[in-house]
T-cell receptor, first 113, second 114 residues
């Protein structure tokens, strides 16, 4: 089973601070690296995603940094807000055969007001 | 509104009592999946379907069945539930096998098997 290792498991950040969540994967044959945001009682929703030919993607306060040689990618939330408090999942997409997403174990983020 | 719906949202049952969790999407998506979410394990795929009458096992299919008789519906069947199937279940759909295609999740079904 190909795995995606996500850290930390939980994170507490002060309002206005930077939240950083990291993921590492074991296989180079992945084609897409999305991050999902999940609020309590809701399903995960796509937040931001990156393709392996790009080293960084920014959308508003959210940035993905991608290091192909290290097989790592991270989510940075700038100016973190209490409304960002949620669980975040990284994922990788394998396209060998039927396309399949493999998810990380999740990070519970709490932003203190 | 484009959405994936699941029913029921919460279910408490007893060991061995067959149950079905329904899933429906209104986006004309070809690809649908079922996941279970457990603390410390993330989301794991149970079954998926590439189109009507085409289904295949995911990573944790034991104890589950699915069917895809209509494009919009993808029910998850537990014929003899056991306590280790207590979990949070999500149905998801996406248009097709396209890199960059967005996967949409339902609101989840929290199942407790006593």
């Amino acid at each position: 089973q190909q795995q995606v290792k996500q850290s930390p498991q939980s994170l507490i950040v002060q309002k206005g601070g930077i939240s950083i969540i990291n993921c590492a994967y074991e296989n180079t044959a992945f084609d897409y690296f999305p991050w999902y945001q999940q609020f309590p009682g809701k399903g995960p929703a796509l937040l931001i995603a990156i393709r392996p030919d790009v080293s960084e993607k920014k959308e508003g306060r959210f940035t993905i940094s991608f290091n192909k040689s290290a097989k790592q990618f991270s989510l940075h939330i700038m100016d973190s807000q209490p409304g960002d408090s949620a669980t975040y999942f990284c994922a990788v997409l394998t396209t060998s055969g039927t396309y399949k997403y493999i998810f990380g174990t999740g990070t519970r983020l709490k932003v203190l007001a | 509104e484009a959405q994936v719906t699941q029913n029921p949202r919460y279910l408490i049952t007893v060991t061995g009592k067959k149950l079905t969790v329904t899933c429906s999407q209104n986006m004309n998506h070809e690809y649908m999946s079922w996941y279970r979410q457990d603390p410390g394990l993330g989301l794991r795929q149970i079954y998926y379907s590439m189109n009507v009458e085409v289904t295949d096992k995911g990573d944790v299919p034991e104890g589950y069945k699915v069917s895809r008789k209509e494009k919009r519906n993808f029910p998850l069947i537990l014929e003899s539930p056991s306590p280790n199937q207590t979990s949070l279940y999500f149905c998801a759909s996406r248009l097709a096998d396209i890199v960059g295609d967005t996967q949409y999740f339902g609101p989840g079904t929290r199942l407790t098997v006593l």
